[in-house]
């Protein structure tokens, strides 16, 4: 076949409308859930204080019969504390872009601000689960709000929680700051210091119901029902279809069932080498400032926009929560 002389192609011809799409495909995740997990609490101050406190331990206890009281001097309770965190971003739309006509969104400041929200979410996620130290700031430094692994003082090397020659951060009455831990030597996350860090939780009064994980150690958590100590229940029919059962999502040890929660955020070499072991109730996002978005003043043929959010973690009993500190958590190797 031959193309007949003189037709008309769409190679060299002028005028002929495009076709774009009216959507803009965007598979980043938006997930947080650490935030979505713990609950908030209102907090009007950059400084949150919070107080502990723990009974004595269990002793024999016989008197007596008509002796006079020895009097005991009683604890103090413990004062903590944490600093709230600003997180923002901007933004400057011209206003004739504003006006163009564009593909996928109506307004560019509306998808913006929307992408910015969401942007603004996951930084927060990633602060809150990370090993922070706080900070109060200072006139040219922002503060910083300590993260859920560097108030951890219960996860040691001793233990088994904590990598070799790493140690614990924790929250100090005499600077009052939380200091980050120092990262110990990596290792693999395995079934031995998942129970251990359940059990560490529940002998101090904690009951975790959640293990937060990066995606790669959800899978390691999987391979754990192949731990010679776990009941086999691989078989799981679906009407008329059998599904090859390779992943867990829940874990029931001795003290409870716990959900394993993975999390996005945490694909990075710093957050990842973290498994979180999470009692909610004794967690919460101190939040000073809601998200909101502000309308700044126009220098220009311009809009601006800023938004802004304040936080801070109020770890209200960091014992009752622990980690696994330095595991494996991108790759068997890092």
């Given at each position: 076949?031959?193309?007949?002389?003189?037709?008309?192609?769409?190679?060299?011809?002028?005028?002929?409308?495009?076709?774009?799409?009216?959507?803009?495909?965007?598979?980043?995740?938006?997930d947080?859930?650490?935030?979505?997990?713990i609950g908030?609490?209102?907090?009007?101050?950059?400084?949150?204080?919070?107080?502990?406190?723990?009974?004595?331990?269990?002793?024999?206890?016989?008197?007596?019969e008509?002796?006079?009281?020895?009097?005991?001097?009683?604890?103090?309770?413990?004062?903590v504390?944490?600093?709230?965190?600003?997180a923002?971003?901007t933004?400057?739309v011209?206003?004739?872009?504003?006006?163009?006509?564009?593909?996928?969104?109506?307004?560019?400041?509306?998808?913006?601000?929307?992408?910015?929200?969401?942007?603004i979410?996951?930084?927060?996620?990633?602060?809150?689960?990370?090993?922070?130290?706080?900070?109060?700031?200072?006139?040219?430094?922002?503060?910083?709000?300590?993260?859920?692994?560097?108030?951890?003082?219960?996860?040691?090397s001793?233990?088994?929680?904590r990598?070799?020659?790493?140690?614990?951060?924790?929250?100090?009455?005499?600077?009052?700051?939380?200091?980050?831990?120092?990262?110990?030597t990596?290792r693999?996350?395995?079934?031995?210091?998942l129970d251990?860090?359940?059990?560490?939780?529940?002998?101090?009064?904690?009951?975790?119901?959640?293990?937060?994980v990066?995606?790669?150690?959800?899978?390691?958590?999987?391979?754990f029902m192949?731990?010679?100590?776990?009941?086999?229940?691989?078989?799981?029919a679906?009407?008329?279809?059998?599904?090859?059962?390779?992943?867990?999502?829940?874990?029931?040890?001795?003290?409870?069932?716990?959900?394993?929660v993975?999390?996005?955020?945490?694909?990075?070499?710093?957050?990842?080498r973290?498994?979180?072991v999470?009692?909610?109730?004794?967690?919460?996002?101190?939040v000073?400032?809601?998200?909101?978005?502000?309308k700044l003043?126009?220098?220009?043929?311009?809009?601006?926009?800023?938004?802004?959010?304040?936080?801070?973690?109020?770890?209200?009993?960091?014992?009752?929560?622990?980690?696994?500190?330095?595991?494996?958590?991108?790759?068997a190797?890092?």
């Amino acid at each position: 076949m031959t193309v007949v002389s003189g037709t008309l192609q769409t190679y060299d011809r002028v005028g002929n409308r495009e076709d774009l799409e009216d959507v803009v495909y965007n598979i980043s995740p938006k997930d947080t859930p650490f935030v979505s997990l713990i609950g908030s609490v209102p907090v009007s101050a950059t400084r949150h204080d919070w107080q502990t406190d723990a009974l004595r331990a269990p002793a024999a206890n016989a008197q007596v019969e008509g002796d006079d009281y020895a009097f005991q001097t009683k604890s103090p309770t413990v004062r903590v504390q944490n600093f709230t965190q600003i997180a923002s971003d901007t933004l400057i739309v011209s206003n004739s872009q504003e006006k163009a006509d564009k593909a996928g969104r109506k307004s560019e400041l509306g998808y913006q601000l929307a992408k910015m929200g969401a942007e603004i979410k996951k930084d927060v996620e990633l602060s809150l689960v990370s090993n922070t130290a706080s900070s109060a700031g200072s006139t040219t430094t922002g503060r910083v709000s300590a993260g859920f692994p560097a108030w951890i003082s219960s996860a040691t090397s001793t233990n088994g929680l904590r990598g070799a020659t790493g140690t614990s951060g924790g929250f100090s009455s005499g600077t009052g700051l939380v200091a980050a831990a120092t990262n110990g030597t990596q290792r693999a996350f395995t079934k031995t210091m998942l129970d251990t860090a359940i059990s560490t939780c529940y002998n101090a009064g904690g009951n975790p119901t959640t293990v937060m994980v990066s995606p790669y150690n959800k899978r390691v958590f999987s391979t754990f029902m192949s731990d010679s100590n776990v009941a086999q229940q691989r078989s799981a029919a679906n009407g008329k279809k059998t599904a090859i059962v390779a992943a867990a999502d829940m874990y029931l040890s001795d003290f409870g069932e716990l959900a394993v929660v993975p999390n996005r955020v945490m694909l990075n070499a710093s957050a990842s080498r973290n498994v979180m072991v999470i009692d909610p109730d004794y967690v919460a996002r101190g939040v000073f400032r809601a998200m909101q978005t502000e309308k700044l003043a126009k220098t220009g043929d311009a809009e601006k926009r800023a938004v802004v959010t304040e936080f801070c973690l109020v770890m209200k009993n960091e014992l009752a929560s622990t980690v696994i500190a330095d595991t494996y958590g991108l790759t068997a190797g890092t």
